[in-house]
């Protein structure tokens, strides 16, 4: 699903990332870890070009999307992406942070499909007659997007039973709660993948079990997860593999059981001994 091959980022001087090559395969949850510093949620962020690479590709679903000329918007669609903050909106409900990204992106294509059909006897006009194009089926309408956005935001926030919720602010949900519903808006786009940059780091300890619950549960369900996270025992538990990266550079990849039962460089072995 991801291959990543040589992906350099620098800022200014600083080498952050230093030439990491790795495969994501679908159905993967691969747990990245390290000290603070070494560059792991910098790598995430590369992965969905939130930050521009300085070097490497980035080949998801068969396209470089670290090559300029591609429109990262249209490949995000499928990659999510779950932040250690949150980063609802506060100034929608929570159903509205829900439906969002689908009513936005619906409805662009279904403007988009409308203008061609408008222009379409115009361009038509100019070709020969077993090259005319015929009108894009329309199927749906902007009632119609919004109706079933909600209704699967909906299902969505039943699913982490705040279904309640739905018409509250984010600003009145706890941490928790918070990080629950910015996990299910990312799977209202029924993504290929979801991206999880530390999701419990700013969560009060006691709120830390209900998210990693949720994540589990997907993971359950065969979801491709990468997650970059200090929770060691969440890492045993649900993680197929795991990254340890440190100094920009992936210094060891292996399974849980093998990385936390036998690290294999001298980093990792002290790394693991201030942790475990």
């Known amino acids: 699903m ?4 040589n992906l350099e980022k620098h800022f200014g ?9 790795v495969k994501i395969n679908k159905g993967d949850i691969v747990c990245i870890i ?7 949620s910098t790598f995430l962020r590369c992965l969905n070009c939130m930050e521009d690479p300085t070097g490497g590709q980035i080949i998801f ?13 249209v490949h995000r669609r499928k990659m999510g992406m779950v932040f250690q903050h949150f980063n609802l909106f506060n100034n929608k409900t929570v159903i509205e942070n829900i439906m969002l990204a689908p009513v936005h992106i619906q409805t662009q294509e279904l403007n988009k499909a409308k203008r061609k059909n408008l222009l379409l006897p115009i361009t038509n006009l100019f070709k020969s007659a077993d090259k005319k194009e015929a009108p894009v089926a329309i ?8 109706a079933d956005a909600k209704e699967n935001a909906m299902n969505l926030l039943k699913r982490i039973g705040l279904e309640e919720k739905a018409d509250v602010y984010p600003s009145t949900l706890s941490g928790g709660q918070k990080q629950r519903v910015a996990i299910v808006r990312s799977l209202a786009m029924n993504p290929d993948v979801i991206l999880f940059d530390e999701p419990t780091s700013a969560l009060d300890p006691e709120m830390v079990g ?5 994540m589990k549960s997907l993971a359950e369900e ?17 993680a197929n593999r795991v990254l340890f990266i440190d100094e920009g550079k992936i210094m060891e990849e292996a399974s849980p059981e093998e990385f936390f039962s036998n690290p294999k460089t001298a980093r990792a072995k002290d790394f693991l001994s201030k942790v475990l």
């Not at 991801?2 to 091959?5: A, C, E, K, N, Q």
């Not at 679903?61 to 990262?72: E, L």
């Not at 199927?139 to 919004?146: M, Y």
């Open 222 to 238: 065969g979801l491709t997860m990468i997650i970059v996270t200090h929770e060691m025992g969440f890492a045993k538990e649900v």
């Open 34 to 40: 390290g000290p603070s510093g070494s560059g792991k």
């Open 210 to 214: 209900e998210v990693l619950d949720l």
């Open 139 to 146: 199927t749906t309408t902007k009632a119609q997007i919004k």
């Open 61 to 73: 679903n068969g396209v470089d999307i670290a090559d300029f000329s591609v429109d990262i918007n």
């Open 13 to 21: 001087d600083k080498n952050v990332l230093d030439g990491i090559s």
């Open 2 to 5: 991801i291959d990543v091959i």
